[in-house]
């Protein structure tokens, strides 16, 4: 590979396939019944959901109490989880949105897959808010309505921001999914000779087409969708920041911190998307659609989002020194070789140093390498939020107050459980939606567009 | 493939002379009102001098962070302009000239050069080893040599392969690109905090080199859209740059826009709502008299007009509109500078008077002096680069 | 098979490049009802269809811009009108911490809002009883094929003409679309009795629904456990103590905090010699004001002249502008609020020492306002 050709455009798709060919290819696992090795992973991520259901019913049942959760650590695994399960869902829609705005064409391998992720892993994250203001079933009262105490909500405070920034996040990745399958339903219904399926699929391709009357609108909603979700992926993770930064707790209240959480979230949404592909593309045969240079710019992005990471943590490190604030210098110190030192440089050495072997063109491209790099990755932005929210929450302005933030086995029930109820969605999606949009992909394949010689 | 279809029909063309000598004439007009000012109000001309330096970085440095942008990213619809960001980033061999002056007035500029303040304020004491001048002269020197380093090293390169049509220079300058990129983060982050952070040196914000940051792309691309969208309508660059292209500029700027607006939203939304008084006195100051009207200002002319003007997809692709959106962000730089630097100089309100004026006629002179000089006997096109062909075909 | 009518003539190409130049020629022939299907958006065509460009651009700015007013709108009166809260000293109308909900709502309309429009308004959809569907056309143009489709209904439809036409395009495929009129049906259906089965029954399990939910599931175990705690309520018997009350009386001789013993009691003598110590001061006279307005102006009325609004239910109060009131001194008034006098309760636990000497201080601007002297024009 080291004689590249810049003259001519890459391939998006290798091999020049037929576009039956490629249908045929997408639309297989749909077609056919699972096989042992789905039912062993299946077994795998239900079990591990079922222990998150215990830890749930726990701590229903008893109460908040089943957590390591105490004075000071008032916010313990069940924010950490939060914002690390949004941050996962940042990658799905920045592929989608972004890429496309930015004309990236390699994109149109991996965006549907991605975009599902993003779904699931903020339903997973949307779990834990819930869960964590300790009467789920009232959770209603955080949507403005009018009801009988004739009271509204706190417009002013971040954690209302995050009920108005997710669940909008979701309705509109959600509906972006949604118009991106409209194409494919209907190439489904056309294909299948199964008569409920084709029943299924006529209701969700809502009767679509393929009309050149229609595709144009398409495509300009499709640009119109992904120029709103690009401001709102951003505003997210932003919101997210603000609920610890707009306090006064000293490594909390920075001003980086918005563009830091959202590169971080992509970074982490980028790895997670990056190990989940390894897997989809080998098992179902799409070497040649999600190729080895889409899985090189993925890397290049984790790179990239890696070391601005690793920037926002020196800036950080370096203005709590030149702030001059005693709390702001003894936090940063006492995340670096306090009581959570080691959580501390897990994370250093996941998020800053790992990604730097993506510098080298060879473990950009190899399996093994980039899979265990990207694992790193995960790991270490679970730690980033670990932690924000426990090292700065144990050691704060009070030393009478201070205490050792200790998880309970309910709490590692619970993330577990998170993990299980990602990937039993993601192994469901692969077997009942196509996890490479077919349209799209059929858009860039070699020769399906004209030459533009004609006129 | 023959040799005129190798050069793409480009044929060489020199700028008039006379845009050279309107570059030099308002360099003079400048130069001379400049000193004037000097001699008149010394410590009021320092201050518009660091707004000129910033001003200039940002043009410059910025214009290479996006020569090196296209490299690492493998762009294709901005090589055929390529070229003009590359004479756009020639100004950063100013930038030591223009120091000059300011690196023998510290002491009027900066209140922590003063020895006896050091002693007796102990916040700032504890600032010592990084706030002394000789540490910020040798951090000032270390990164204007090694932005020079990377100008001659990127353009250089470029400029062989006009020749030569050798891949490997691109591989050679994709590979220094990215190593320009870290070098770029740090160096711009901190030359915005000694600059102008360090104004004030008992406030701090995480935050403040990603708002120079933002502020410097999006000063380098306005100069660069003015530039390129003039040149191609007067048949400097190649034929074949249309609509597509401007619309990839357009969006680009419109972005940046955004970008700029989120994270100055940022910094002032974080700082307004913890409310604590060591950070909300630098916003506090500029909410201070007329202070007030310059903030409500930048606002509108720095994100409300810019937004709603390239909101449309046409008006992305109308290169009248797209220069004088160029032009305005560029004044809205420069007031967005002024807007950071000079409450510390005028506390009560903002001062605007024949010194502020000059320096604005001095750095359009600088810029397009250096523009005209820069791309004389040169290519406006890089015509040399193996992606050239697809970057003239590119559609949306 | 009598009944089925013709729709369309369609043709099928196989590459993009054909498509396109069949696009051009047909449209250039003057066909307006016709259409072009393809498995992916084929760039160039709407060129090559002469279509004006999408209009949605504008109806996303108009849903985003009044999903922004709307946002505005109801963080304002929501917060500053409706039920206005000082949340941590903010400002009631705290605009830069609502931004983020603005532009949340914002997105929210212009995203779902625009593509709603593009499938219900532009596309009629959803339609699944299209003459096309089930068809090997679809069929084809869904998978691979590019199709193009004239409809009978275009003014200059001409079946041999198309077919020529289509053939001298080199079209692999020409085929003729029929249509069963009982199947495209475009009448309402909201009035069939299934539907409106489905709406009762939805009706009744989403009521039925949300009243065990508010009425049943709240009081059972564990969801009533925050109701049901073991603290001591007011009014309430405890089984700890042996008298079975819940609240407890002060041991004897217990001080409250800030109380002063008050010398003069039942002595009115002895209370009128008493000074007021506070300064008529602004703060003062505002504090006495709201405190009059508060616990005095109910019987004495809000000027002093007992012309309130309880007048009539008991024997009225007197006026305060009496020359007796008026020569009293302030200690005196004093000792009657803080005792009572003939009907009047004792004020003693309303009123802080401090405002106590605040109302008497604006007594004495009422009874000054009705019986100014002199003096006070200078």
Redesign the interface.
Known sequence: MSE??????LSVVEGRP???EI?DLITKPLESKPDKKFFIAISITLTMLMIGVIGLGLT??Y?IGMWGNNNPVGWGFGIVNFVFWVGIGHAGTLISAILF?L?QKWRNGIARFAEGMTIFAVMTAGIFPLIHVG?P?LAGYLF?YPNQH?????????L??DV??VS?YF??SF??WY?GLI?DF??L???TSNKIKHIVY??FS????????????????YL??AG??T??V??VH??VS?DF????IPGW???????YFVAGAVFSGFAMVQNVLIFVRKIFNYEHIITIDTLEKMNKIILLTG?LVG??YA??FF?AW????QAEQFTFINRAFGPYAWAYWIMISCNVISPQLF?FKKLRRSLVPMFIIAVFVNVGMWFERFVIVISSLSRDFLPSSWAYFTPTATDFAILIGSFGLFFTLVLLFTKALPVVS???I??VVD??????K?? | MSSSLTNFGYQQKELPVKVRNIGLALLLIGLVLAVIGYFVEPVRSMFNNIILLTFIISIGLGSLFFVALEYVT?A?WSVPFRRVMEFLAATLLIVPIIALPLLFNLHDIFHWTHPEVMKTD???A??AP?LNEEFFIVRFLVFAALWILFYYAITLTSKKQDSTKE?KL??RNIKIS?VFI?VF??TV?FTAIDWLMTLEP?W???????YYFSGTVLAALAAGTYAIVSLNEKGYLLKGLDKDHYYSLG?LLFAFV?FWA??AF??F???W??N?P?ETIWFLQRWDGSWKYISILLMIVQFLVPYFGLLSQPSKKDGKKLKFFAVWILAAHYIDLYWLAMPTFSKEGFVLGWIELAYPILAVGIVVLVFSLKSKKSNFVAIG???L??GIEF?? | MSEKKLYSYTALFN???EI??AV?KVSEKGYKNY????????????GA?K?PP?K??YI?LVL?LSGMMAGLL??YW??AI??P?N??G?PIF?FP??I??I???T??F???G??LA??LF??K??????P??GTNY??A????KFGISIQVDDKLFVKEEVINLFKELGSTEINPVYYDEVEINYKNKIFEPKFIMFLVVAFILTSGATYV?LNK??FMV??D??SNQEKVIPQSKSMFYSDGFGMRTPVEGTIARGHIPYPYKGDLEAASAMPNPLLPTKENMKLGQQKYDTFCSLCHGYHGEGDSRLRGQFPNPPSLHSEKVRNWSDGSIYHVIMEGQNIMPAYSSQLTNDEKWAVILHLRALQRSLNAKETDLQ
């Open positions: 590249v050709d810049y003259s001519v455009e037929g576009l039956r249908e229903v049942y109460g705005l004309r009467r079933w403005p004739s009271i509204w909500v706190n417009f002013t405070s971040p209302l921001w108005f920034a909008t309705t509109v509906v972006f118009v194409p209907a190439a219904r056309e294909k006529s209701i809502l009767g679509w087409r393929g009309s050149n009357k229609h595709w144009q609108n398409y495509e300009m909603v119109i969708l709103f979700a401001p709102l951003l505003s932003t919101i603000f930064a707009v306090s006064i209240h920075t001003t980086i911190f918005p563009p070391t920037y926002a800036m950080e203005i030149y702030s001059g604030v510098w077919i349209a799209e059929k858009a020769g399906a567009q004209p030459t533009h004609e006129h | 493998g294709i102990k916040l700032l504890g600032k990084y891949t691109t591989r990215a870290p983060a740090l982050s008992h701090f914000s995480t935050i403040y080199g990603v969006a955004n989120y994270i940022s910094q939304l974080l700082i709502y913890a604590l060591e680069d193996p992606k062909k697809r559609k949306l | 590459t993009p490049d396109i130049h051009e259409d072009v299907n393809t498995p992916y958006p084929v760039h160039g065509m709407d269809m279509l999408s949605l651009g996303a985003g109801m963080t929501m917060s409706d039920y809260i949340i941590g903010k705290s911490a609502y983020p909900i532009f949340e709502i997105v929210l212009a995203a779902v625009t593509v593009m499938l532009f596309f959809l959803p339609n699944n009883s299209h096309l569907h679809m069929k143009v869904s998978s691979d939910t599931l709240m564990p969801f456990w925050m």
